[in-house]
């Protein structure tokens, strides 16, 4: 018997993701604000602040592609742009009062629908979830290592 195109884990992902992206959306919206400006605060150290090149890996992005968020958060006195003292090409970025607020926000939120999935689904089933993703991570990975040989 042969699985349907959406019976594959790439499909899977991809809808489950939109699914969930849509739901954070929602929220977003709700608050004035969009799911990219979370999850940018979800990486922005609260306490130091964080470089601009160690934000984008972690939202799977280039560097110079973060220009046009960190302008649309820097207008909204969500953060502040400092270029380093040692290298002027390195920016941090360091959260407002209002940015640890929405940051706040955004934690909540994410934290919220966890603990519904859990719930919902049972710790072990949101532990084995975790674990299969992280495998399939991996797989992926060494995949990508295989193909650039």
Do not use: C
């Amino acid at each position: 018997m042969t699985k349907k195109h959406t019976e594959t884990i790439d499909s899977k992902l991809k809808t489950a993701w939109q699914t969930v992206s849509r739901m954070y959306n929602n929220e977003a919206i709700l608050h004035d604000a969009t799911i990219a400006i979370a999850h940018f605060l979800l990486n922005v150290d609260s306490h130091e602040g964080s470089f601009a090149s160690d934000i984008a890996p972690a939202l799977g992005m280039e560097s110079t592609s973060l220009s046009r968020i960190i302008s649309s958060l820097e207008e909204k006195k969500i953060i502040i742009r400092k270029n380093d003292k040692t290298d002027k090409r390195k920016i941090l970025i360091t959260l407002t009062k209002k940015g640890k607020e929405q940051k706040e926000l955004a934690k909540n939120i994410v934290r919220n629908f966890n603990q519904l999935a859990e719930i919902k689904l049972g710790k072990q089933r949101v532990e084995d979830f975790f674990s299969t993703i992280d495998e399939i991570v991996s797989i992926a990975e060494e995949r990508t290592k295989q193909l650039k040989k």
